[in-house]
C-alpha cells in the first residue's frame, strides 16, 4: 500500500515533465474556406540546437486527423526583436541544408507575409521566408518530412526552441507570432490553403489536456490500489 501511496504523487510529476518541455508546435488557424475537420490537423514542429554560435533548426509537418495532403510551400521566421534598441538580432545569416528530390527550399528576397497574418510577418528588418522550389506540391514539405535551415546566433551553446522563444519576452514584440507556414493542398479545405502562425513557446497542452492526463493517472492508481485491496479480502 504504501508503494501505491507514494506512486500517486510520483506519477503527477512525471506527467507534467512528460509534458511541460519540447518541440514548438504551430498550428494552422486561418483559412478563407470552410473546412471538414479541425484546422489544428495542420501542423508543423519546429527544433532547434545550437553550438559554436550557429543554430540549426529543424521544421517537420507533423499534421495528423483528418489531414492527409497538406504541403507547407512557405515558412516565416522573425529573427529580430523591435524592442530591443541593440543586440536585437537572435538570428541571422540563414542557409538552407536540406536539399533532396523531395524537399528544396530557397531564401526570398523579401518576407511577403502569410495570408491571415500579414500584420504579424511584414515587418522591419524582415522576417526570413523560406519558399518551396516549384512545383511546392512537389518540393514543399509533404507529411513526416523535414528541413533544415542554419543561423548564426546570438544564443549561448545548448539553447533550444525555448530559448529562442525566451528571447522575445518582455515587450510588446512578445514570443507569440514568431514562425509561420503557408499550407496548399489541405485535403481539409478541399485542397485549397491554410496558415498559421505560433502561440506560445513550446509544445505543451492546454491547462484542460493536462489535468485530463494527471486526474486519469491518479485514477489508474486508485483502481489498481481498490483491486488489490478487494483480492485479498
Same mark, same amino acid.
Given at each position: ?70 504541403? &507547407?510551400?512557405? #515558412? ?9 534598441? $541593440? *543586440?536585437?538580432? !537572435?538570428?541571422?545569416?540563414? %542557409?538552407?541544408?536540406?536539399n533532396t528530390n ?78 509561420? &507556414?503557408?499550407? #496548399? ?9 491554410? $496558415? *498559421?502562425?505560433? !502561440?506560445?513557446?513550446?509544445? %505543451? ?11 486519469g493517472g491518479v ?15
Amino acid at each position: 500500500m504504501k508503494t501505491l501511496a507514494f506512486l500517486a504523487p510520483a506519477l503527477i510529476v512525471a506527467c507534467v515533465a512528460s509534458v511541460s518541455s519540447g518541440s514548438m508546435i504551430v498550428y494552422a488557424t486561418h483559412c478563407d474556406y470552410t473546412p471538414i475537420g479541425p484546422l489544428t490537423d495542420i501542423s508543423m514542429s519546429v527544433d532547434l540546437s545550437v553550438a559554436g554560435g550557429v543554430a540549426v533548426m529543424t521544421f517537420t509537418n507533423t499534421s495528423s486527423g483528418l489531414e492527409t495532403s497538406a504541403v &507547407f510551400k512557405e #515558412i516565416v521566421v522573425d529573427m529580430h526583436d523591435n524592442d530591443l534598441s $541593440s *543586440g536585437a538580432d !537572435v538570428l541571422w545569416n540563414p %542557409v538552407i541544408l536540406t536539399n533532396t528530390n523531395d524537399v528544396q527550399f530557397g531564401l526570398a528576397k523579401k518576407c511577403n507575409g502569410l495570408p491571415g497574418f500579414n500584420a504579424y510577418t511584414k515587418e522591419t528588418p524582415p522576417l526570413a521566408e523560406l519558399q518551396a522550389a516549384k512545383p511546392p506540391t512537389t518540393r514543399g514539405l509533404g507529411l513526416g518530412e523535414s528541413l533544415q535551415v542554419q543561423f548564426n546566433t546570438s544564443l549561448a551553446d545548448g539553447s533550444d526552441i525555448g530559448d529562442y522563444a525566451a528571447f522575445f519576452d518582455g515587450g510588446q514584440d512578445s514570443s507569440d507570432h514568431l514562425i509561420g &507556414f503557408h499550407a #496548399i493542398s489541405s485535403s481539409i479545405v478541399g485542397g485549397q490553403s491554410v $496558415s *498559421g502562425m505560433n !502561440v506560445g513557446a513550446v509544445g %505543451v497542452p492546454e491547462p484542460a489536456t493536462l489535468i485530463l492526463l494527471v486526474t486519469g493517472g491518479v485514477g489508474l492508481v486508485m483502481r489498481e490500489k481498490i483491486r488489490r485491496k478487494s483480492s485479498r479480502s
